[in-house]
């Protein structure tokens, strides 16, 4: 039997969906976690581990491996990849360093990599947070996008086009840096020519530095901005098979140029008369419950994918699914979802396979580029790509959500705070005033 470890956080959502996958395959499976991983179960073990301490981590991982040693390591998501990639490399089983990982989690440096190797590049400035002036705006050309360099799920993506725009765009961005803790490199915000063309998104696998596509996703929707949250995932591509061969062979070049050369990636590009040009290449799985897709996509789960080529299967020959299609629900409004109506008439419509909703009532939605969440997400399986889109677009047609606004309320009266300086407070209701 052998061992694999999956190296995860102990919130993750992808953890039940590797142990199912482990179990499928009969692998022995090693779940290291920043914490308890209340779902351990007797077949398999648990090693809490610190990531904010590699190195004494890697001696729990030694204690637990001393007899046994693990023939793949797997991190499921960006928080873990490059722990990940230091126990690949203690263990001698193949993976990708430390440089190639930072490089693909970076946009700025990816870009750098890929600008060496020739590959297509909007122009573009890097701008710290800490010198907001150093922006050149001679050279920037309009339409322009700005984005932060390290964030993912096209959080903090905003298109401008004029200096009142670009201003504007640049300070939000700056606040949602701000919000979640970045500093130093990790507030690094790109300004970048905008890329017009038709897009698509990638999964694969990197074996001995060869890449071998798994999957090919159109996005039908044309992502224009000023936001650029995605919806449609549409299978297979109706690319054509040279167009593929392709897109296969330039993101050979890319991932060499960023020093990938083992396990999956995730990789984004749009299309157009100049070439193929590349937005994000990750060496990690698609995020989120889009994942959820391959097994209509592909027959396979992504997870079962991951670890039949971690262990050495070969992937070469997976069988064709005629058409499938995932719509992640866009958020319609900013405010307090009261409820979403229409939810059975959406079940039914034909080729609809299910309808995941992860909002519940009185949650608070906030739209794309300050939120990265979905309400939810749709999947279609159906005899053509066609079919399966038509399917999703009569479905979330079929949805109306419900959302009340989300005020900030003055309280008076004497403060709730210690400090009696302040002579009142102001508090965030959690449900909203629908009537006076």
């Known amino acids: 039997m052998s061992r694999v470890l999956i190296i995860t956080r102990r919130d993750s959502y992808r953890t039940v969906a590797f142990i199912r996958a482990c179990a499928r395959l009969d692998l022995d499976l090693v779940l290291a976690a920043d914490g308890p991983v209340t779902i351990v179960s007797p077949s398999h073990r648990g090693v809490v581990v610190d990531f904010s301490d590699p190195l004494r981590s890697l001696c729990e991982l030694r204690r637990e491996f001393a007899r046994k040693p693990p023939c793949a390591v797997i991190g499921t998501d960006d928080q873990t990849i490059e722990f990940a990639a230091l126990v690949a490399q203690d263990f001698n089983i193949p993976g990708n360093t430390l440089q190639a990982i930072s490089s693909s989690r970076r946009k700025d440096l990816a870009r750098a990599c890929f600008a060496a190797a020739n590959l297509l590049v909007p122009r573009y400035q890097s701008v710290g947070s800490d010198c907001p002036d150093a922006l050149k705006r001679d050279l920037v050309r309009y339409p322009c996008v700005v984005k932060p360099a390290s964030l993912s799920a096209s959080r903090g993506v905003i298109r401008a086009d004029n200096d009142v725009e670009l201003d504007t765009a640049l300070k939000r961005v700056r606040r949602i840096l701000e919000t979640e803790g970045r500093s130093g490199t990790d507030a690094i915000v790109l300004v970048e ?35 650029f949250e995605e919806t449609y995932y549409i299978s297979p591509s109706r690319l054509s098979k040279d167009a593929q061969s ?49 097994p209509l996509a592909i027959g396979f789960s992504l997870e079962e994918l991951i670890l039949r080529h971690a262990i ?22 900013g405010g307090v979802l009261r409820r979403i109506e229409g939810l059975s008439a959406a079940r039914q419509v ?10 519940r009532e009185g949650q608070i939605l906030t739209p794309w ?39 900030p309320v003055a309280l008076a009266g004497p403060p709730i705070a210690q400090d009696r300086s302040q002579s009142g407070v102001t508090a965030t209701l959690p449900f909203a005033l629908t009537s006076i």
């Open 193 to 227: 020519d905008f890329i017009a063309g038709i897009e698509v998104a990638i999964e694969a696998v990197i074996d001995g530095g060869r890449v071998l596509l798994l999957a090919v996703f159109d996005k039908p929707d044309p992502l224009q901005g000023p936001y």
């Open 246 to 294: 392709m897109l296969q062979a330039d993101l050979q070049r890319a991932c060499e140029a960023l020093g990938l050369t083992h396990g999956p990636v995730h990789a984004e590009c749009r299309i157009n008369n100049e070439g193929i040009w590349w937005l994000e290449i990750a060496s990690r799985t698609i995020g989120g419950d889009c994942a959820r897709i391959f």
């Open 312 to 333: 050495g299967d070969d992937l070469s020959r997976l069988p064709a699914v005629p058409g499938a299609g995932i719509l992640m629900l866009p958020v319609p409004c």
């Open 350 to 359: 034909p080729y609809i396979e299910e309808i995941i909703i992860d909002v």
């Open 369 to 407: 580029p300050e939120g990265c969440s979905y309400p939810g997400f749709i999947f279609a399986k159906a005899p053509s790509a066609a079919l399966a889109e038509r399917a999703l677009r009569y479905a979330h047609d079929c949805l109306h959500f419900v959302v009340a606004p989300h005020l």
